[in-house]
């Protein structure tokens, strides 16, 4: 698990660009380990699944750029990088962090 608090200048950005940094820094933390697999991640922003499954979107520039930081970081260390939606209520993992 990686984890921490939001320090400036990030702590300004909106919830789903903070979740698509918080994928990529997830990624960047543990690639020694994941490297050349097929990575799932889970996250309670439909929005973030969406710029990560479709490796970006059109609705938030800043969602776009970070999506393309993410793929840029993934490929070609990963087999794949998918994400999935999971409930807020569900999302224990956020709950007891």
């Not at 950005?13 to 799932?40: D, S, T």
């Amino acid at each position: 698990m990686v984890r921490g608090l939001w320090q400036p200048p990030w702590d300004t950005e909106h919830i789903n660009v903070l979740e698509l940094i918080a994928i990529y820094l997830a990624l960047r933390a543990l690639l020694p380990f994941i490297q050349a697999k097929h990575v799932l991640g889970r996250t309670d922003r439909s929005v973030a699944v969406y710029y990560v499954n479709h490796q970006g979107g059109t609705r938030s520039l800043h969602c776009l750029k970070m999506a393309q930081r993410l793929h840029f970081r993934a490929f070609p260390r990963l087999a794949s990088l998918k994400a999935v939606h999971i409930p807020g209520d569900l999302n224990q993992a956020a709950v007891t962090s």
